[in-house]
């Protein structure tokens, strides 16, 4: 079974400017998350999807990132315009009947 | 609310010695349990989950028991290796199948 892709793995951008990152789920898996890892912090939830449909967006800044899932298969993030503080990991996952898988991630530096 | 609370490290111990992480938890409902294990440069792993009460998830030598009436879910090893190393992530899944992590305790394991 191929796991959760995401692209690109690294990312350096300037404050101000905007990113976007790709998430592709295990196939089949309905629901999909987006979660941000700070250095020395836990995975924190920005927004879950039940295929196309948001379930929770509740801790996503909205004045600044943004998320779809066309289709219910894939799935982007944009940050728009960024900032020092949004430096992470953006991490995706997806599940299926409470088994959860997690991609690798993309690393965000802005600098 | 839910929420998931981990002892801080790091937790450094010897190859051979016992291992125990601390977790505790506060939930609504009945939630799943899991650890999560981080290696360094790697993504979230799964390594083990209870899903109801008095359950032991076991994997890979680490055990860890749903404990309803103390809320915890500590994490244990017998005898640890060089290769444990890493940060390990406690989470609880609610009822809206989303996770939520712990801060993580990094484990660092001198031969």
């Given amino acids: 079974e191929a796991g959760v892709a995401q692209s690109p793995r690294y990312k350096i951008i300037e404050k101000r400017q905007s990113v976007a990152f790709w998430c592709n789920p295990i196939s089949g898996h309905a629901t999909l998350y987006w979660y941000q890892q ?11 999807f ?10 996503l800044p909205k004045d600044r990132f943004s998320a779809e899932r066309l289709k219910g298969v894939d799935s982007t993030l944009k940050i728009q315009p960024a ?3 949004d ?10 009947n409470y088994g959860y898988t997690f991609g690798s991630g993309t690393r965000l530096t802005v600098v | 609310g839910n929420s998931v609370t981990q002892m801080e490290g790091p937790v450094t111990l010897s190859e051979e010695a016992f291992l125990t992480i601390n977790c505790t938890y506060t939930a609504t409902g009945y939630p ?3 650890w999560y294990v981080q290696y360094p440069g790697e993504g979230l792993q799964l390594l083990l989950k209870a899903t109801k009460a008095d359950d032991k998830g076991s994997n890979k030598g680490f055990e860890a028991t749903y404990r309803k009436e103390t809320t915890s879910f500590h994490l244990e090893k017998g005898s640890v290796q060089v290769s444990d190393s890493a940060v390990y992530f406690c989470a609880l899944g609610t009822y809206t199948d989303k996770l939520i992590f712990g801060t993580g305790t990094r484990l660092q394991v001198f031969p």
């Fill in chain 1, 38 to 48: 700070i250095l020395g912090q836990g995975p924190k939830l920005l927004i879950q």
């Fill in chain 1, 50 to 59: 039940q295929n196309n449909g948001v379930v929770d967006d509740s801790q």
């Fill in chain 1, 83 to 85: 900032k020092l503080e």
């Fill in chain 1, 87 to 96: 430096s992470a990991v953006y991490l995706c996952a997806s599940s299926f």
């Fill in chain 2, 32 to 34: 799943s349990l899991f």
